[in-house]
Structures are given as C-alpha cells and as structure tokens.
C-alpha cells in the first residue's frame, strides 16, 4: 500500500506537410483556352488515436524509476525493483467519472493490481480514489454481476474480504468493465468507471516479468 497520487501525460504525434511550389514555378503557363487541371483533393490519414497512458511516478516505487513494460488497451504493465525488491504492477485511469453534487474538485483516480514477489503478494487489487475519503466508510468495487465491499484508508480502496479478491480479480479479467463507488470526507459522492480492456493481457505480462 506504497502508493501515492500518479502523473498521466497524454503522448501526441505531430505531421509535417511539404510542398511542391518551387516545381509548380517551373512548368510553363497553359494556352488560354486551356482549362486548368482540377487539383486532386488529397486528405491525408488521420492518425490512429494513442491511448491515455498513466505513467507512475518514481515515488510510487521508493525513489526507483518504473519501466513500462507493456501497454495493453487501457492497462500499463510496470516494473521496478526498490531496494532489490521486485514490485510489478497493472495502472489504469477511469474512463469516467461523476460526482454527486455535481463539479467537485478531486485529484485523478488510478486502479492498481500489484504483484510483490518478496512479500508474496499476488495481484492485489487497490484504488487511488482522488480525495480524502470519509473516515470509516465503505466503498464498493462491481464488476462481474456482483459487488466487492472495499475498505478505506485515507485516499485509498482494498478490498475488505482478502478471501475474495481471487475471485474479484477473475471476475475483472472477463468483464468489460468495473464500477467503483466512494464517500469523500466532505460528503460528496464518486461513481468511477474504469474499462477492463487489455487488463487480462496486463496481468498475464507481470505474471512472467515478475517471478523474481
């Protein structure tokens, strides 16, 4: 439960277009009578749109630089290695958001499932929620038909019954989504929905990067 609020840049590419004037300038004028050659009409491709990458800060992994070690749909595969300690890890940002009353100001929202061979820990599943949650409240995590009861520490979700976060995980890989809900400190209410896409793929990536 080392982490802490992520940075998510989003990564364009840019296009540059050249012309033909200097060539047009040498060709000979056309006889009078001559209509002009329609100028073909030439839309260039538009680039396929990158997904909006989270990247984790150094300060999520003790100071050590994460490496992307793949990116599948919406879900990032990290790894670092603190201390000589591997840590691997599944990031995600919401696909949306809503609060109720409507408009309240919060931090970005992340989704982990981290995988910390030293401690043996296998995909545990938290949720950077963004504000400061109210104090002895639970949340919810419903994904799968079915949902999760989370417990909260300051601006973080686990799930509340350790025995079922197999089965939660599971239900994760299969679905299309996950919903999470949550109560700030001030009353305000957060429905996230985070797209499940590529999580499967994400995990099954830590899963052989992380055995050390």
Known sequence: MVFRRLLAPLMMASVLLCGAESFAQAQNTPPPNTPPKAAKNVAAKPAAAKPDVAKPPPSMTGGTEPTLIGQFGTWGAYAAT???????????????SKTNPPNRPRDPAYAFVSTRPSEKVVNEVSIMIGYALKPGSESTLEV????????????????????????MVQAMRRSADAVVKGVSAKGTETTDTFSMKGLSQALDRIAQDCKR
């Open 144 to 167: 799968g038909g079915a949902a999760y009861s989370m417990y909260t520490q300051g601006d973080g979700l686990w799930i509340k019954n350790a025995a079922e976060e197999d089965q």
């Open 82 to 96: 603190p201390n000589g300690k591997r840590v691997c890890f599944a990031l995600a940002k919401p696909t949306a």
